[in-house]
């Protein structure tokens, strides 16, 4: 577990982290296909034409060495991950692109932090909502994610 001095020492490193990924997905991503533009609005992203979405190799660690400790501690990004949201930038693995679940998933994340106000404010929110959470939860914002994009994958079986 993170204690609450380490949280607060990580949390500025966390947002200044996310701030740079984002700019670089943002930079360098792929616009929503059409599809994943009305996904996008279904699930309530006010500005799906804003999304990029950039597929990698390997999800990006932070190069704090604390930080990236901490982020595979507490499960937020580890080395297994398959997928990120960062404001308005999604990286994908390249073993998982196609994935319809795993990209609805991330765009849930995406209107989470549209109605947080912003990426400082959602970071800070979605980290303040895993430490809170129960040794056994993973925090209501990552449960609202799983859930929709879950719901939205069984209402509308992949054509075959
Ligand atoms: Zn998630």
């Known amino acids: 577990m993170i204690d609450n001095h380490t949280y607060q020492q990580l949390l500025p490193l966390a947002c200044e ?3 740079q990924q984002e700019e670089f997905i943002l930079a360098r991503g792929s616009p929503l296909a059409p599809r994943g533009a009305s996904d996008a609005r279904q699930i309530g992203v006010q500005d799906p034409s804003r999304v990029r979405v950039l597929v ?3 999800i990006p660690m932070p190069e704090n060495e604390a930080l990236a400790e901490a982020s595979r501690r507490a499960q937020i990004i580890t080395d297994s991950s398959r ?5 308005y930038g999604i990286i994908l693995r390249a073993d998982s692109w196609g994935n319809r679940e795993l990209l609805l998933h991330q ?4 209107a989470q932090c549209e109605r947080s106000g912003g990426l400082e404010s959602f970071v800070e929110e979605y980290l ?9 939860t993973v925090g209501s ?3 609202e994610a799983r859930r929709v994009a879950r719901e939205i994958c069984a209402a509308e079986p992949v054509a075959k």
């Open 83 to 87: 997928g990120v949201a960062i404001g």
């Open 128 to 136: 303040g909502d895993r430490k809170a959470s129960a040794k056994f």
């Open 107 to 110: 765009l849930v994340h995406v």
């Open 17 to 19: 982290w996310a701030k």
């Open 56 to 58: 990698v190799d390997r």
């Open 141 to 143: 914002l990552e449960e």
